[in-house]
């Protein structure tokens, strides 16, 4: 007869002190939650009051409702999804291949001193040059449309990643560094093992800026050369005078961008369960 093994699960004794901290952790949390929402809902109730009232023109500033009226419009006509799905594609594909992109040469760069410190100046004045004004060059060099437009978005991310990631390299640990090539560690070896592991926040923190940047660029682009997406319908509400269009966009702009910021949010904190 096979002897059944009973396991007694043990009990986690939890303090009170300690229940009394975590329901006082929950209790701001929620009050901020509950905060942020009262104050989008007040801030929308004045915009929208202001305008009634006839203290903002409406003409100008636009208000809640008629943002509402104009999105349904664009959805009873049928192009909002397609202005989303344009501008919304091409941000994804910008982001995507800037931070691939960047992060290719920051390690490049860090794997190889000499070349990071020929480079440096020329990174540093890439950095600060306004892209916009390489947008003649642009649809000269790639033609119009999408790859004019999510050319400007990579342009503007790129840079900003490599500087950001390699920056995060050179500040890992001089003492943890010579640990591992006393150790034996090749150059490689140290990235994988230690630099990159030890770089993920600033990875993270770096998506974070390009996410904003890559919109940013995206947008642009738009101003540019576009037949549909967010920036020609701001581009083209701003032409007409149509302002609610314009609104409209932003809004949606705001929504798309809150969005996927959260969506970086969840995955920092699915890497921070990790570690």
Same mark, same amino acid.
């Given at each position: ?8 699960? +043990? !009990?986690?004794? &939890?303090?009170?002190?300690? @229940? ?20 989008? &809902? ?9 305008? @009634? ?16 009226? +104009? ?52 990174? &540093? ?63 490689? +070896? ?27 660029? &995206? ?19 701003? +032409? ?28 920092? !904190? ?6």
């Amino acid at each position: 007869m096979k002897k059944k093994l009973k396991v007694k699960k +043990q !009990k986690i004794v &939890v303090s009170k002190e300690h @229940r009394a901290y975590i329901r006082k952790e929950h209790t701001k949390t929620f009050f901020v939650h509950f905060f942020r929402i009262l104050l989008l &809902v007040t801030l929308l109730g004045f915009w929208e009051l202001s305008a @009634r009232l006839n203290w903002a023109d409406s003409f100008i500033t636009s208000c809640p409702s008629r943002i509402w009226k +104009q999105l349904i419009e664009l959805y009873s006509t049928g192009s909002l999804w397609t202005h989303i799905w344009t501008t919304l594609s091409e941000t994804l594909l910008a982001f995507a291949l800037s931070t691939a992109i960047g992060a290719v040469i920051a390690i490049l760069l860090y794997m190889i001193s000499p070349l990071r410190r020929v480079l440096e100046p020329y990174i &540093v004045i890439l950095n600060s040059l306004p892209k916009i004004a390489l947008g003649p060059l642009i649809i000269i060099w790639v033609g119009v449309g999408t790859s004019a437009i999510v050319t400007m978005g990579i342009l503007i991310c790129v840079v900003i990643t490599t500087i950001n990631l390699l920056n995060g390299y050179l500040e890992v640990s001089d003492e943890k560094v010579m640990l591992l090539k006393s150790m034996g560690a090749n150059k490689f +070896q140290i990235l994988t093992k230690l630099v990159i592991p030890a770089t993920l926040p600033n990875f993270v923190a770096t998506l974070k800026i390009n996410l904003g940047m890559a919109w940013v660029g &995206v947008i642009m682009g738009e101003y540019l050369s576009s037949k549909a997406g967010l920036g020609y319908l701001l581009v083209y509400g701003g +032409q007409v005078y149509k302002l609610d269009l314009v609104m409209t966009a932003i809004v949606i702009l705001c929504i798309l961008s809150a969005i996927m910021y959260g969506i970086i949010s969840i995955f920092e !904190k699915i890497l921070i369960k990790k570690k």
